[in-house]
């Protein structure tokens, strides 16, 4: 079986680094819906050493963060699953009182029609990840506020 998330082609990535990347999912009922992904084939949070663990999250927080800021939702909702694509992946969801999905998960049964919002823009996005992980050196000692080439 051939894993989606070890191929990058048609993602929207956001911000990366030599560990992980952050996409935008393009959901046009969730504004702002990222997912992080760990670059290497792992499935469980386990198979990653301490530190690797210890960036992962740092990049799913500094994710949500942004996404607090800069839309307000009433709600973050974070999910790893790996049912469907067993790599190891984070879903960072800002979820609202008025979307077509809340209170029930966005996998759930609808419950009304839902009001779209604007997505933040990539570049919103980056800077502000960049900027929640300035104070955390990544495990390469590189600077997390410059994207990797």
Partial sequence: MTCPLCFTGDESVVWKDASCRVISVMDPDYAGYC??????????????????????????????????????????NLASFGNVAPHLHWHVIPRFGNDRHFPEPVWGTAQREGVRRESPSVAELAAGIAGALSDRPTPSGRDPRQPEE
């Fill in 35 to 76: 997912r992080v992904i760990w670059n290497a084939h792992v499935v469980e949070m386990t198979d990653l050493a301490q530190a690797e663990r210890d960036r992962f999250l740092d990049v799913v927080f500094a994710t949500e963060a942004t996404l607090r800021r800069l839309m307000r939702p009433d709600k973050i």
